[in-house]
């Protein structure tokens, strides 16, 4: 649990700011209901991963975040590098 806010509220602000709205997310949660997934992925998340999470899920998650890059600027690349 965060202090401040919860994931959502902190997905959002992200989300609706064009300096972080590029910048690709990649969760790690408890919430395993497919409604969390589901607004998670409404707001704009990369990849959606539940505890406890496989390694092997995380760099899938990881790379697939790479390949959908591509199209974007270099300094979107270097934010996750």
Known sequence: MMPQMDGYQLLNKLKSDDRFRGIPIII??????????????RIGIDDYLTKPFNVEDLDKGIYLVKVDMDGKTNWERVIIQ
């Open 28 to 41: 790690l949660t408890a919430k395993v209901s497919s409604d969390e997934k589901l607004k998670a992925l």
